[in-house]
């Protein structure tokens, strides 16, 4: 059984209440582990021990905090395997998926983070005889990152790792049901020689712990990655306390593939971007849109590929889809899959619980799942499913297919399929998303801003973005 533990002022301690969740491996459906089940007084301690460690971090030289980031990323890489294994095993995605997405990315972004603020510069605007203006930028101080089940060191890391290079502390939640790998980073950062009380992990649920950290006067800034409906709550309440936000939340996203593409690669694309994670990355195109002269040709050729993908043991190395992240998440996606037959969907592929021998003969394994014949403005076309369901629809116009695109509530990633790159160009200009990709997807360079518009979040990440997020801006003037 894996015993979690909090990190709180350089330690792993217990909670302070004494009680302890169970965690589930969602390849088996058996308990494998026990997490904490912390509350406000956690979150408090939490708090005081950052707010202790702040002033001796916000002062240490940007290089110093640099290095000690780098370390952290090192580690990472040094301990890969385990990592790997224990993100596949708590998550339950593919083994092979984590090794070569997850756990890099994670030590990426602490590479990137703790390079990047020696990188980060200031301004000067000069009133010529007049005054000399520089604006600096100020660590916004104890910060709260809280971080979804999907991906969760990879994610999780993406917050951390800028708010301790530009001098903030910490205090994080990972999400209850994928606790693993933030309890190892824990440990990572006390071999890493990080100062007590610069991070801090807590961990539980998201009524207990995550509005804890919420709420606490002391935190100045959230980090959110999440579902739409949680994030709206959570502004609801860290608004009035005037909070800096940073919501990263739910996606619908749109593949627009047109005639003159690259049929081939934009099929085998999209089937990695339908169903990568089991369709468990808000990234993930749900909605392809298909220009009616080749309609046919790539839905043979997607329904062929997908007989490819193989439901198993996320250990297996042939396995390509693994376990679906809990219980209760299956049955939402299942019942999604049932509101596509009610609304007149037509199933090519998939639509059931898969039964997989073995260990796995309890977990929650579900065939990719494949509709057409569904009016772009059905509850499956304009929900967030998040799981591996996709549909297929045929368009004949540009100005069709960008209505269509832009008609949901969300406005995160979008995928442009064409050889024409006036229409690439134009198009992206008019989709209602934060992310444009072109021929490719989850192509991701860190420098980038990341976020989404509508319901799709508030902010970016990624990039000077973050840094900026985490930082207050300082104007001084000088009289000449």
């Known amino acids: 059984m894996l015993h979690i533990q909090n990190y709180v002022n350089g330690y792993l301690i217990p909670p302070q209440s004494g009680r302890y969740l169970d965690n589930m491996e969602p390849a088996t459906g058996q308990v494998y582990g026990q997490i904490p089940d912390s509350g406000p007084a956690d979150v408090a301690a939490a708090v005081a021990a950052a707010e202790a460690a702040l002033p001796a971090w916000r002062a240490l030289p ?11 990323a090192d580690l990472i890489d040094a301990k890969l395997e385990r990592l790997a294994q224990a993100e596949s095993q708590d998550n339950g995605k593919p083994l092979s998926l984590a090794r070569v997405m997850d756990i890099p990315r994670a030590a990426s972004n602490f590479h990137f983070f703790g390079t990047a603020a020696e990188h980060f510069a200031t301004e000067a605007h000069l009133q010529e005889g007049i005054a000399l203006n520089y604006t600096v930028r100020h660590p916004i101080g104890v910060v709260g990152c809280i971080s979804p089940w999907n991906l969760p ?29 933030a309890f190892m980073l824990s440990e990572l950062c006390i071999e890493a020689g990080l100062p007590p009380g610069v991070l801090n992990i807590i961990h539980g649920t998201g009524p207990s712990c995550g509005q804890a950290i919420v709420e606490h006067p002391g935190i100045k800034a959230i980090s959110f ?3 739409t409906t949680t994030g709206r709550h959570l502004a609801r309440t860290a608004a009035p306390l005037f909070k800096k936000l940073s919501l990263e939340l739910g996606g619908k996203n749109p593949n627009l593939i047109f005639a003159d593409c690259d049929l081939a690669t934009a099929v085998a694309t999209s089937i990695r971007s339908s169903f990568a994670n089991q369709g468990q990355i808000c990234l993930c195109g749900s909605r392809i849109f298909i220009e009616r002269p080749v309609y046919e040709a790539f839905k043979a050729e997607f329904l062929r590929q997908l007989k490819a993908q193989v ?18 998440h299956l049955q939402k996606v299942l019942a999604y899959i049932k ?27 579900l065939e990719p799942t494949v509709f057409e ?14 799981g591996p369901v996709v549909t297929l629809t045929p368009f004949d116009t540009e100005e069709e297919v960008l209505a269509w695109a832009n008609s949901t509530d969300y406005g995160l990633s979008a995928t442009i399929w064409t050889t024409n790159l006036t229409r690439a160009h134009r198009l992206a200009q008019s989709l209602h998303s934060g992310i444009v990709w072109v021929n490719t997807w989850l192509h991701r360079d860190l420098r980038t801003p ?9 902010g970016r990440e990624g990039g000077l973005e973050a840094l900026r997020f985490f930082t207050e801006a300082q104007n001084v003037c000088v009289k000449l």
């Not at 890391?157 to 939640?173: E, S, Y």
């Not at 014949?373 to 998040?386: K, M, V, W």
């Open 450 to 458: 990341f976020g989404g518009m509508k319901n799709s979040g508030v």
């Open 373 to 386: 014949n569904l009016p772009p403005n059905c509850r499956t076309n304009q929900e967030e499913i998040f």
């Open 339 to 365: 509101l596509a037959h009610e609304e007149g969907g037509r199933l090519l592929a998939g639509g059931r619980r898969v039964s997989v021998p073995g260990r796995c003969a309890d977990g929650y394994f």
């Open 311 to 328: 439901v198993g043991d996320p250990l297996e190395a042939a396995t390509t889809q693994g376990a679906l992240v809990s219980q209760a």
């Open 153 to 181: 060191l990879y994610l999780f890391t993406w917050k951390i790792a800028p708010a301790l290079a530009v001098g903030c502390c910490v205090v994080a939640k990972p999400s209850e049901i994928t606790p693993a790998t």
């Open 62 to 72: 940007a290089e110093e905090r640099g290095r000690l980031l780098v370390k952290i």
């Open 225 to 227: 990655t999440g579902g």
